[in-house]
Structures are given as structure tokens and as C-alpha cells.
């Protein structure tokens, strides 16, 4: 339903309306809610749909669908029957003095599909209860059925007819973790029979088939990715003798048609899932991680952009993107490339020679292009955390991934073609990041004056933060600071028009290096061809819902992104409920509202939630005892036992 209402809000075409969604659009018009304006569908002025949030005293605040929209007041007599977390549509109060209000008109749905339940016991009582809130879910069992199931069961929620769909697993068990993350947003790994069939239908790339399509078999390219992956997006190739990088991506616009069974799949999945110990891919395997995906020593179609570098601007002087063939003559995992310029590896052959000898001289054209960028962007320097589980899906260790040489080589390139790719239309798919309202740059600077930093505002956002940068490697806490400047800022996010992107110091910017594992990346392949093919119904399908979709990937980001955060929340929780009683080295990571810090130690950044009898600043290092865990919430309560006293302290 929210699919639908986002659709209407935005304006939907007749012909993008299934047969199950017709139904609530015949109910809509009769009730005036939408109009119908030639074959475009879209929201009356008057009525506004979204999601209601936290009600009090039987008030509430409307979270309205769309961009840049303020929320509705619902107040006292207004609600009707609708509580928290409905899908609404509401009627606004015109001609109404002070904040914007509005009259809950009918309620459609949960804003949230799916949940997860289990079983609790209290005192000899059972009921059935959400996994994040211990309050009753709507689903109810019968006395007799509670106890036929055992105490930590848990089950999937259909929220819109309050049904169990399925019992996952129990809550003792770590393997059911994974089913609890996913089973929230409806995400899952197999895929249908029909999506198998046409995904196994596809024969082996010949180049004889494809005439059109430029060779550039000959070009010495190669991948450069993690020692564990399986989709290889991209390839790259530098030609020193004239200047141009050639970044060639997967082609699977070509397998992947609009209107398809994959093409439902994917737009369903929109991004591909990255867990410790596996992912769950957009597409299936035998696309992202075969066909499609660029392995070495075969054909592969490619969608390549060549762009010609002035070396004396680095700016691009010319780019083309256009249909490929390429055949890959290497696979490198990111070790190797650092051991390669480290000087600890050697070309085994003559083709690894000349690849080493191409990636030598391109990494000091991407170097020379990464410290331009930052001279407008930003480096920020909070690393990411890497997790390994054992078999039975229980935590073994943790450590913070750096940024290597590799790593920068490829983002560079990467991001030069992605800039290039935002340069070739005006309306489509773009990656923005709008810069962060004054508000939070004020708390931002708040929290760091009191950890002892000297906040002075320069003629530029990018030049207060790059003093706070320096002070902040002075005190030894890069990291920290940067994730505090990373959320004080606005979220990035996909959509139809440009704004440029704040955190990359970019014009424009889209995502186009990634589309077996991104569905933004898929359409902006689409939208390309088209353009170059002056395909004007091919281009006018793509933009047809553009709006719609960017909202809904947008959405869908969010959701993976979550999944995985709270999938390691899961690990961390369950290795703390082993380890009750016991002390570790800790940081404090938050004062206010409430007390927080982030482990590290031998296992780092799990998050802690604190109570502590000893005054502790931000960012302080402490000894804290685990007290008690939550292992269905995946909360860790802890409690500071001492500072720790750094030696220049002493």
C-alpha cells in the first residue's frame, strides 16, 4: 500500500496501475481523495497521505509522504481510530490558525508490513510479543496455542491482517538472527521458479552475436575487489600513451528488460544484502555472480564509459559511454594490489606485467584526483566495522577495514565515471547529499567545544570542518569526530532531479558503477542508452514514475542498510550474554540524551547503553562491567567501573 500511496502523491500513469491496485483506486475517486487528470492519477490538494507517529493525550503528528513536506498536527477528536504506525490518508484543515493540520480521513494500512514476535513468559503468563517492544501484537493466540509453542519462539507478522506467517526459529538459537532481520522488511534469499528458468536461460556471451557492440577485448583490463567477492561490477584499464581510463561496468540492462519477472524481482530487492557471512543478492546468482559478473579469462558484456584525461586539470576533456565487449585478463583482490605497490609482489607473466605497470602510473593520476576532490569535498575518516561468525552463526571477532591504496585507486575511478554518467541527463536518477542545516551544525559544534575543541566558524562549512578535522587528529580521535560530523548531516538519497552532492563536493553525481547490486545504478544504464539511441519511448518509459522511484529506493537503501546494522546488533548482544559480569575497555560515544559508549577492546564497537555513578566526558576511554543483555531487543546494558587514566594524565 505505501508503494501505492507514494505512486499518488507523486502522480501515477493509468498504465502503471495493476489490477489488485485499481481497486483501491476506484475506492479513492469515489471518495474524492485523488483525481484523475487525463490518465495521471495524483492526490487531491486537500488530502495528504503518510505515516502517523507517536500519538499522546490523542494527538499526533502525520509523517507526510514526499520530499520537503512539513507534517500535519492530528488533534484531540481528529484521530479517529487510527494509532500509531497506520498508513493514513487525512484531510487538511484549511483556513486553520498556527502549525499545519489535519483530520485522519481513513486509515489503509500499516506503514509497517512485517514484524517479528515471540513468545514471553511473566510470572507463568505467556503472550505473544514484539520482538522490539515487549508490548502484545495484534496477532492473537489462544491460551491452548501459547503453550504448544515453547517460551522464545518467534514468528513472522503480517501487521496488514494481524497473521503468524511463520515460526522462524527460538530466540535461544543464534542461527535464527538472520531470519528475525530479514523476515522485518520481507526480505528473502531464494528466488521463484519462473526468475530461475529466464536467469538460466541466457547462453554464453559470443562476440559473433553482438556486431554493434565496440571489442575491446584486446585492452588489458582487470577487476580489483574484497578476497571474498563474487560480483565483479567493474573493470578497469588505464592508457597511459593517451591519457584515457577506461571503467567498464556489467552490462545487465541487457539481460535485465523492464516489465520482466527479474526486472519485478529486482525492483523489489533494489539493493543486494552484504551480512558477515553472505550476502542476499538483487539479482540472482546466476546473473550477479556469473553472467553478469566480470570474471577474468572470459567474454563479458559491458557498458564502458572511456573517458580522456587533461592531465594538466585533471579535469575530463571528452568521455563517450557506449556498448562493449570486454574480456577481462585478471581478478585482483585488494591485498594483492597493495602487496603489488608495497613492492612485495611481482608479475608472474607478461599480462600481469603490463597491468602493474598501467596501475602504477594510475595511481598517481588518482591520487592527484583524490586530493583535488578533497580540496572541495570531504575525507571523513570513520572506519567500517568488519565482523567474523563461526558456523553456528556466533561472533568470533571484529576489526575496523582501513582505506588502502587499492581501496582510493578504485573509488576514484569510480567516482569519475559516475560524475560523467550524472553529466548526460537532466531529469533521471541522481545521487544527492544536500548540505546540513544550520541547526545541526550547531549541536554538532556544541558537542565538540565540550570535549575541548576551539569551534571557530570560517567563511565556509568545508573550512570549519576541515580546523575541526586537524584538531581532531591532534586529540587522536579521527574516527570519532568524523561519525559526530557524519550525523549532524543529511541523509543522501536518490532522486529525480540535481542537487548536487555536499559530502563529495560534486555538481552532480550518480550512481552508475553498481547495477548488479544497486537498482538506481540498473536504471540510470537504461536511461543512457536511450539517450544515445535517441530511443524517445524507451526514455520516456524510464522517467515515467522517476519520482516514485527514487522515493522507493531511497526507501529500500534504508531498509538494507538497517538489516545489516541490526544483524551485528544481534551478534554483539548474544557474545555479551557470554560475557556477563566481565570488564572491557570502552568510549564513550554520547552523554545526551542518554549515556552511550562503543567497546574497545579485543571486541570493538559494540554499542552500550550506560548508567555510571562517575562524571565521563565524550569520547573518554573507561572500563565498563556488562550487566545485563537484551538478547530479543539487542541491547547491552553496561556499567562504568573506572576511567581510564591516559599517561600524560598520570
Known amino acids: ?322 556498448e562493449a565487449i570486454i574480456h577481462s585478463q585478471r581478478r585482483f583482490n585488494y591485498e594483492e594490489i597493495d602487496a603489488f605497490f608495497e613492492g612485495k609482489l611481482k608479475a608472474k607473466n607478461n599480462e600481469e606485467k603490463e597491468i602493474f605497470a598501467a596501475l602504477k602510473k594510475l595511481r598517481v593520476v588518482t591520487d592527484a584526483l583524490k586530493e583535488k576532490r578533497l580540496k572541495v569535498g570531504y575525507n571523513f575518516r570513520s572506519a567500517e566495522l568488519e565482523m567474523t561468525i563461526d558456523e553456528n552463526s556466533n561472533l568470533v571477532s571484529t576489526e575496523f577495514a582501513e582505506e588502502t591504496p587499492s581501496h582510493a585507486l578504485i573509488e576514484d575511478c569510480m567516482l569519475l565515471a559516475n560524475k560523467e554518467a550524472a553529466k548526460q541527463f537532466e531529469r533521471g536518477i541522481f545521487r544527492i547529499h544536500e548540505p546540513p542545516s544550520q541547526a545541526k551544525l550547531q549541536n554538532l559544534y556544541q558537542e565538540l567545544a565540550g570535549i575541548g575543541m576551539s569551534i571557530e566558524i570560517k567563511k565556509s562549512i568545508k573550512e570549519t570542518i576541515t580546523d575541526i578535522q586537524r584538531q581532531a587528529t591532534e586529540m587522536g580521535l579521527e574516527s570519532e569526530v568524523d561519525t559526530l560530523i557524519i550525523r549532524s548531516q543529511m541523509q543522501a538519497r536518490y532522486a529525480p532531479l540535481n542537487a548536487g552532492h555536499f559530502g563529495l563536493g560534486f555538481e552532480q553525481y550518480t550512481h552508475f558503477t553498481s547495477p548488479i547490486r544497486r537498482y538506481s545504478d540498473l536504471i540510470v544504464h537504461r536511461l543512457l542508452k536511450a539517450i544515445a539511441n535517441h530511443d524517445t519511448v524507451e526514455g520516456s518509459y524510464v522517467l515515467r514514475n522517476i519520482e516514485a522511484l527514487a522515493m522507493a529506493i531511497s526507501e529500500k537503501e534504508r531498509e538494507a542498510s538497517t538489516i545489516e546494522v541490526e544483524f551485528m546488533a544481534r551478534k554483539f548482544a548474544r557474545w555479551a550474554a557470554q560475557n556477563l559480569g566481565k570488564e572491557f575497555k570502552a568510549r564513550i560515544s554520547g552523554t545526551e540524551p542518554d549515556l552511550k559508549a562503543d567497546l574497545h577492546d579485543t571486541i570493538m564497537g559494540a554499542r552500550l547503553s550506560l548508567t555510571s555513578a562517575i562524571p565521563v566526558l565524550l569520547f573518554e576511554d573507561v572500563i565498563v562491567r556488562i550487566d545485563k543483555v537484551d538478547i530479543a531487543k539487542a541491547k547491552i546494558f553496561a556499567v562504568v567501573v573506572q576511567k581510564i587514566v591516559q599517561k600524560d594524565e598520570e
Open 1 to 322: 500500500m505505501k508503494s501505492l500511496l507514494i505512486r499518488l502523491t507523486v502522480g501515477l500513469h493509468e498504465q502503471d496501475i495493476s489490477a489488485a491496485e485499481m481497486v483501491h483506486i476506484r475506492d479513492f475517486l469515489a471518495k474524492n481523495y485523488i483525481t484523475k487528470k487525463e490518465t495521471l492519477y495524483k492526490f487531491n490538494s486537500k488530502y495528504r497521505a503518510g505515516t502517523l507517529g507517536l500519538v499522546q493525550n490523542g494527538t499526533a503528528y502525520l509523517h507526510v509522504i514526499g520530499e520537503n513536506v512539513r507534517d500535519l498536527f492530528i488533534g484531540d477528536g481528529d484521530l479517529g481510530s487510527a494509532k500509531e504506525g497506520d498508513l493514513v490518508i487525512a484531510a487538511r484543515l484549511l483556513g486553520v490558525r498556527g502549525t499545519p493540520a489535519a483530520k485522519v480521513a481513513q486509515i489503509v494500512g500499516r506503514a509497517v508490513s512485517y514484524s517479528v514476535a515471540y513468545i514471553l513468559e511473566k510470572d507463568g503468563h505467556r503472550s505473544l510479543v514484539d520482538i522490539k517492544t515487549d508490548y502484545p501484537v495484534g496477532a492473537e493466540l489462544s491460551k491452548e496455542q501459547l503453550f504448544s509453542y515453547d517460551v522464545g519462539d518467534v514468528f513472522k507478522i503480517d501487521n496488514q491482517e494481524n497473521a503468524l506467517l511463520e515460526k522462524l526459529g527460538n530466540m535461544s538459537d543464534p542461527l535464527v538472527d538472520e531470519k528475525i532481520v530479514l523476515a522485518q522488511f520481507n526480505k528473502h534469499d531464494e528466488f521463484s521458479e519462473d526468475v530461475l528458468q529466464i536467469a538460466a536461460s541466457f547462453g554464453p556471451v559470443d562476440a559473433k552475436e553482438y556486431p554493434k557492440r565496440k571489442d575491446l577485448r584486446s585492452l588489458a583490463f582487470c577487476t580489483i575487489d574484497p578476497v571474498t567477492a563474487k560480483d565483479f561490477d567493474d573493470a578497469i584499464c588505464w592508457d597511459e600513451r593517451n591519457s584515457t581510463l577506461y571503467v567498464a561496468i556489467a552490462d545487465v540492462s541487457e539481460y535485465v528488460k523492464p516489465f520482466g519477472a527479474i526486472d519485478d524481482e529486482a525492483i523489489y530487492r533494489s539493493f543486494s544484502i552484504y551480512l558477515p557471512h553472505r550476502s542476499i543478492p538483487m539479482l540472482p546468482r546466476q546473473l550477479s555472480e556469473t553472467l553478469c559478473s566480470l570474471q577474468p579469462h572470459v567474454d563479458r558484456l559491458a557498458y564502458v564509459f572511456e573517458m580522456k584525461l587533461d592531465m594538466d586539470t585533471l579535469e575530463v576533456a571528452s568521455s563517450h559511454v557506449y
